[in-house]
């Protein structure tokens, strides 16, 4: 689904395409909520919402980017819910990856995602935050990751702490039912088109090549950026072995939180689970 080689990612700017009107300024800050088609750097259209919070604080203090996770959007329920909960700890960009919602493109599958989460993350520097976490979730949380590791000195698009929700450690997992069907649904015809128009999420076609960073492999990179590792233990799609994978590979830099009677992803992140990655990012994003 790639045709560069491993481990590059094109570098987004923080150019006019990315802003939502042209008196947003670099540094400029803005208190009022945004909508808007970013443009990646491969020419792909995604569709990013800014809300500024309603913590009261200097808006040129935190922002959150949440990536969802793969068959969501920005205006899912559980991404609104999210959204708002990060709300009371600084200003917050949702966005609807490549293939999914309103977007532009057909989804990689947590490939070239990074550069949708590129330009969400640049997009939200434009309005004058000084820093900016970025939270993922299942696909969404491996995007977050191998995003860290490759924008590590980008100052535009870079991140300044990174939390990473229900994300596989390694690619081609199949060791259980879920992850079975979500490979019948990618690699199969037929399972695409079960995608397209039951689940409102457009798949490439072609098979990733090269085979991008994996998650593990990226958080060795990561480092020092703070990185935060949530999964539960009930979590029906990837079993607790790869959190603890993330975990080894993150070292002394990273923290892992292992959640009881926790479940997957964005659906199973209870409010005060936000809470905490919320008070956990105002801490440790610099």
């Not at 922002?63 to 329920?77: E, L, Q, S």
């Not at 072609?206 to 539960?232: F, Y």
């Not at 603890?244 to 659906?267: K, Q, S, V």
Request: charged share 20%; no cysteine.
């Amino acid at each position: 689904m790639s045709n560069r080689p491993l481990g590059h990612v094109a570098r987004s700017t923080r150019g006019p395409a990315n802003r939502p009107h042209p008196e947003t300024l670099r540094g400029a800050p803005r208190r009022t909520p945004a909508r808007t088609f970013l443009r990646t750097a491969d020419g792909v259209l995604i569709d990013a919402v800014y809300e500024p919070g309603m913590g009261g604080r200097d808006p040129s203090d935190l922002v959150f980017v949440v990536a969802h996770g793969f068959t969501g959007d920005a205006d899912r329920p559980h991404v609104r819910r999210i959204a708002a909960a990060f709300a009371r700890h600084g200003a917050v960009v949702t966005f609807s990856f490549r293939g999914h919602g309103a977007s532009g493109g057909r989804s990689t599958v947590g490939d070239r995602e990074v550069l949708d989460l590129a330009a969400a993350v640049a997009w939200a520097r434009g309005f004058g935050h000084a820093r900016v976490v970025t939270v993922g979730f299942s696909m969404g949380g491996s995007v977050v990751l191998r995003h860290a590791a490759l924008y590590a000195d980008d100052d535009a698009a870079g991140t300044d702490a990174v939390v990473s929700v229900s994300s596989p450690a390694r690619w081609y997992y199949r060791g259980t039912a879920p992850m079975r069907r979500l490979h019948w649904l990618v690699m199969r015809p037929a399972g695409r088109l079960v995608g397209r128009y039951g689940l409102r999420t457009r798949i490439h076609h072609r098979d990733w090549d090269p085979v991008p960073l994996s998650p593990v492999e990226a958080v060795a990179r990561i480092a020092p950026t703070p990185l935060l590792v949530v999964h539960g233990d009930r979590d029906g799609y990837f079993p607790l072995d790869h959190p603890r994978m993330l975990a080894e590979a993150a070292g002394d830099h990273g923290e892992l939180w292992l959640e009881p009677g926790m479940g997957h992803a964005g659906n199973a992140s209870g409010e005060a689970l936000l809470d905490r990655i919320g008070d956990w990012a105002v801490a440790r994003a610099g």
